[in-house]
């Protein structure tokens, strides 16, 4: 089953403008990562964030974690065309023999 | 590193057809998984291996699949016989460890068509 699950399930915003989506997950988990997916190509690692971190930067890209609310954000600023994607988190965790377990996805859409 | 390397891009295939989609990992790399990724079901992990070693196969869907990695730089997803509902991207990744602060590198995916 899948661990994480992400909210919205879309989202369409005009170029410039931040983009924020949800995690939230079940078990404790060992680390959160987040992948994005270009139309007809394959997953992309973007970040980690372990469970003891609760926020980290990579350019743009803003990844927060709650591990008591057992959520993360992932924050795009000043987003641009080339932003749109689907963007995943994916969470390992001891429970799961660290098996990297996927959500549904956030479907992003960048408007010109 | 060319990355992970999958073939065919594209596979149509008659129901009742031996599909095989096969994968290059990144050199180096311990750790092999397979995805299936639908609309209906998201990205679900088939199966896994460690040195070559299948871990995890409980994510086959049934014993018409089967994976093999004779060696650590090839992969084979066999499907047969194939159904209709069999058709999905299947992606192969790959990653010096398992989850835990390490990440996966997948492949471009090979989109199978069962009709």
């Known amino acids: 089953s899948q661990q994480g699950e992400e909210d919205p399930q879309a989202l369409s915003i005009q170029e410039g403008e931040n983009a924020t989506m949800n995690c939230s997950y079940k078990?404790?988990?060992?680390?959160l990562q987040w992948y994005r997916q270009n139309s007809g190509r394959g997953l992309v690692h973007l970040i980690l964030?372990?469970?003891?971190?609760r926020e980290k930067h990579s350019g743009r890209l803003r990844v927060t974690l709650d591990t008591s609310k057992k959520s993360s954000s992932l924050l795009i600023t000043a987003s641009r065309a080339a932003d749109t994607a689907s963007y995943f988190c994916?969470?390992?965790?001891?429970?799961?023999?660290?098996?990297?377990?996927f959500g549904a996805g956030t479907t992003v859409t960048v408007r010109a | 590193d060319a990355g992970v390397i999958q073939s065919p891009r594209h596979e149509v295939t008659e129901m009742g057809q031996e599909v095989t989609l096969r994968c290059k990992p990144i050199?180096?790399?311990?750790?092999l998984f397979w995805y299936r990724q639908t609309m209906m079901r998201g990205l679900e992990l088939l199966i896994y291996?460690?040195?070559?070693?299948?871990?995890?196969d409980s994510g086959m869907p049934e014993d018409r699949f089967s994976a093999k990695m004779p060696n650590a730089s090839f992969s084979t997803l066999k499907i047969q016989p194939s159904e209709p509902r069999d058709s999905a991207v299947y992606f192969c990744?790959?990653?010096?460890?398992?989850?835990?602060?390490?990440?996966?590198?997948f492949g471009q995916g090979t989109r199978l068509t069962v009709v």
């Open positions: 990744a790959s990653s010096l460890g398992q989850g835990r602060m390490t990440e996966a590198f």
């Open positions: 078990t404790s988990i060992n680390n």
């Open positions: 964030i372990r469970s003891n971190e």
């Open positions: 994916a969470t390992d965790a001891y429970s799961n023999d660290y098996k990297l377990s």
């Open positions: 050199s180096g790399h311990d750790y």
């Open positions: 291996f460690n040195n070559n070693v299948p871990i995890d």
